[in-house]
């Protein structure tokens, strides 16, 4: 029996998904008008809508990450949604509309991060393990990387750089798990202080004995030609970048 692949399938839910937002929303004022609403509660509909999303998105995007139904969350509310937009053909007052965009908003919110939770989950190849522990110190875009780059089940990401907003549902879908460290915080408080030397000392043994060996760039840069180490580096140079100040 014929299967349809990851990236077809991905493709069918997101033309689907994103072909319904963009046939929606620019008739759903015209709509509105069109059963009596006025300019002001139709901007009181929408605006309270968007309103339901942003709260709806994340806090659905939880459980789902608590429940580990991804696949499971995003049916049920796409379904929700579309029952709801069927919804506005028999209500025609402010009430009833206004409670069918908020119902419908809440349903709607979570689609796209859910989505895309699993469409970076599947794009990760089959026959790869992954690492056993990522130490991400950037942040950002690499630190939702990270998530994908670990061991299913046993992996561990660690960050100390961890400041954004991100999603955890590539990392649960995993079965890894995440650690957030301030290294600072033993110099601020003094709490941990004395573990944080000896941690310091540890690596600094590692380091002189050679089992401890940074991955540096083959370019040696002067500090006459440090804007080439910032194309080396914003092109993706693997390693430090060294800059020499004394050449």
């Excluded at 997101?14 to 509660?41: H, I, K, M, N, R």
């Excluded at 079965?175 to 540890?202: K, Q």
């Amino acid at each position: 029996m014929y299967r349809l692949s990851s990236l077809a399938r991905f493709i069918i839910l997101y033309t689907a998904l994103y072909c319904a937002f963009g046939v929606v929303s620019p008739f759903l004022p015209a709509y509105f008008e069109d059963q009596g609403l006025t300019s002001q509660e139709i901007a009181f509909v929408i605006g309270l809508g968007t309103a339901i999303r942003l709260a709806s998105g994340p806090l659905i995007g939880r459980l789902a990450d608590r429940q580990r139904r991804w696949r499971g969350t995003l049916s049920v509310c796409a379904a929700g949604a579309g029952v709801m937009a069927l919804a506005y053909l028999p209500v025609g007052s402010f009430g009833p509309i206004l409670l069918v965009s908020l119902i419908q908003s809440a349903f709607l919110a979570p689609l796209a991060p859910i989505a895309d939770a699993m469409a970076l989950s599947a794009s990760l190849p089959t026959t790869g393990k992954g690492f056993d522990i990522v130490f991400d110190t950037v942040g950002g875009a690499t630190l939702d990387s990270s998530f994908m780059a670990v061991k299913r089940h046993t992996g561990h990401v660690v960050s100390c750089l961890g400041w954004g907003t991100h999603s955890l549902a590539p990392l649960s879908m995993r079965g890894a798990t995440y650690s957030g460290v301030f290294t600072l915080l033993p110099l601020i408080t003094g709490e941990g202080r004395a573990h944080h030397g000896e941690i310091l000392a540890h690596i600094a043994a590692l380091a002189e004995t050679a089992k401890l060996k940074p991955l540096v760039n083959d370019h040696v840069i002067s500090v006459a030609d440090i804007d080439t180490a910032h194309v080396l580096v914003e092109t993706g140079a693997i390693g430090n970048v060294v800059v020499e100040l004394g050449r």
